[in-house]
Nanobody
Framework: QVHIVESGGGLVQPGGSLRLSCEAS????????IGWFRQAPGKAREGVGC????????TYGDSAKGRFTISRDSAKNTVYLQMNSLKPEDTAVYYC????????WGQGTQVTVSS
């Protein structure tokens, strides 16, 4: 049985940083491209970034470019989303997803950026 769990969210002041984790059981994340998404209240889910398992390259959404970084720790079967220079508009529930058939999603972790 596959489980994906995001963690690391919380309340942070504007300009601060957070590192989100995406851990999996029953699934080897290094075999899949992994994407991070977010959904703010009343808004559609949007892509934050996607890391390829093939060549390690990462594509970021416009809102994440220059501020967010996706990395992996294969030994821990974990993918990270490092978020710096956070803004109030980054407030959302953040999800990770494995690309494949079927795709697996976690339950999300809340990030709130507020003073």
């Amino acid at each position: 049985q596959v489980h994906i769990v995001e963690s690391g969210g919380g309340l942070v002041q504007p300009g601060g940083s957070l590192r989100l984790s995406c851990e999996a059981s029953g699934l080897s994340l290094e075999e899949y491209a992994i994407g991070w998404f977010r959904q703010a209240p009343g808004k559609a889910r949007e892509g934050v970034g996607c890391n390829s398992n093939y060549d390690g390259s990462t594509t970021y959404g416009d809102s994440a470019k220059g501020r967010f970084t996706i990395s992996r720790d294969s030994a821990k079967n974990t993918v990270y989303l490092q978020m710096n220079s956070l803004k109030p508009e980054d407030t959302a529930v953040y999800y990770c997803r494995s690309w494949g058939s079927p795709a697996y999603w976690g339950q999300g972790t809340q990030v709130t950026v507020s003073s």
